[in-house]
């Protein structure tokens, strides 16, 4: 068995809920061992890339644990490491977890090991200086210097030392994003949470597989999954998105050599409200989508006006979700985005779990099933968004709720939490 770190970016949650899985959907074993702040530690057959996921950031082989005896004595850790696993460039790179300025002096003890244990086995190398508010590259640093990369990773009880193997490249994902011919900015969602997203269905890896994005706008969602290997089909009420979307697809097909044909057929304008005219009851095996989240805001809305644009959207997610019940397939998932506004002490949001009720699905709590420390649903969030994405896993419930007095009475929510 292998043992490896993984860094995320910038939403640890969500890209851990993303990488278990990614382990699911391809039937690989999996354990986490230490989730630290910024890394996870964990044991697995094999690792996926970096690029196969849109939220890790780098993923190393651990190359050994060590108990806390290296803070105090920083020149002893990698004298158990092999030769082979170090780095033989004339520049290498060196990261320390946590990142911050705190741990910056731990950075110079451990390159000055590091270079002290390369001299001894006659490897001449510099490492790569960190700015002093923090103690590890990033991974464009990383890509751009073409750097190998030592991790030391400092957990509660142990530090992990790893070897970077594989680094996400953002240039091909910004390349998919801004690089493309149709633009939508204020209502794109960003290729990384789209390939995010899909990997959350967690759809089996093997045979056909059908995709569906029934709010596909510009066709970011349908991108990733024509790179991930699905059989696409997106829907649009508006018909200059449906024309868009086929044309970035085009544009896609054409840079990253991909098969993609009677796409005028696939993308087509429809009313997600009305799938089941076009498509056959269980015949999708994911549907993965960014609805209509409101009006795009300029300023934070109060309470009254975000729950008057909870209202208006209520019909459409209800009316939606009952569609993607009929046509999706008994053991397949839908991952979505619904809207979340937060205030001072409290949020509101729709109320995902009883509107998924009504329509015969339920809540997939991803990291449950692992024991992992979480909160759901996952929440994505930007300084410059006002609406905040939460990001549900549904899936098919043997039989939904026939009787009227069965349905729960469905408005939104406000909710107490605790803002970082």
């Known amino acids: 068995m292998n043992r490896f770190i993984f860094i995320p970016g910038k939403n640890a949650e969500l890209s851990l809920a993303e990488l278990v899985s990614w382990f699911d959907s391809n039937s690989i074993y999996f354990r986490a061992e230490e989730i630290g702040k910024g890394f996870i530690a964990a044991e697995a057959e094999k690792a996926p890339e970096a690029n196969d996921l849109g939220g890790m950031v780098k ?149 056909e597989r059908i995709l569906l994005d029934p709010f596909c706008g510009m066709g970011t969602i349908l991108q990733e999954a024509s790179l991930m290997g699905f059989d696409i089909f997106g829907t649009d009420i508006d018909e200059s998105c449906v024309l868009s979307a086929i044309e970035n697809l085009y544009w896609l097909s054409k840079d ?47 309470e009254n006006k975000a729950e008057g644009i909870l209202r208006g959207l209520k019909p459409l997610y209800e009316k939606s979700l009952k569609q993607f019940s009929t046509i999706l397939k008994s053991e397949g998932r839908i991952c979505m985005v619904l809207p979340r506004f937060e205030f001072d002490e409290h949020f509101a949001h ?14 997939v709590d991803i990291l449950k099933k692992y024991n992992l420390p979480h909160s759901f649903p996952y929440v994505d969030k930007e300084e410059r968004h006002k609406t905040i994405r939460e990001i549900w896993v549904l899936e098919k419930i043997p039989e939904p709720p026939s009787r009227p007095e069965d349905l729960p009475e469905l408005r939104y929510t406000k909710k107490n939490f605790k803002p970082e």
Do not use: W
């Not at 004339?90 to 741990?103: C, D, I, Q, T």
């Not at 790569?128 to 030592?150: D, F, G, Q, W, Y």
């Not at 498509?279 to 409101?294: C, H, R, W, Y």
């Not at 729709?350 to 809540?363: D, F, V």
């Open 59 to 207: 993923i190393c082989k651990l190359l050994e644990s060590f108990d806390k005896e290296p803070l105090l004595h920083p020149g002893s850790i990698f004298d158990n490491i092999s030769i082979k696993d170090l780095p033989k460039s004339k520049l290498f790179g060196l990261s320390v977890y946590p990142n911050s300025k705190k741990n910056n002096r731990f950075f110079n003890s451990f390159a000055s090991a590091l270079k002290k244990n390369l001299r001894e086995q006659g490897i001449n190398s510099k490492f790569m200086p960190v700015p002093k508010e923090r103690s590890a590259l990033t991974h464009v640093e990383v890509i751009n210097k073409k750097l190998e990369e030592i991790v030391v990773c400092i957990g509660r009880k142990k530090i992990h030392v790893a070897k970077t193997v594989s680094v996400h490249n953002p240039f091909e994902f910004q390349k998919r994003d801004i690089g493309r011919p149709e633009q939508r900015p204020m209502f794109s969602i960003p290729p990384r949470l789209a390939r995010i997203m899909i990997n959350l269905t967690q759809t089996r890896m093997e045979g």
């Open 256 to 302: 990253y050599s991909l098969s993609l044909s009677d796409l005028d057929k696939k993308i087509m304008k429809l009313d997600a409200t009305k799938l089941s005219r076009v498509f056959q009851p269980k015949s999708i095996d994911a549907i993965v989508t960014e609805p209509n989240l409101g009006p795009p805001l300029k300023i934070a809305p109060d």
């Open 350 to 363: 729709p109320e995902a779990e009883k509107l998924a009720a009504r329509a015969g699905l339920r809540p």
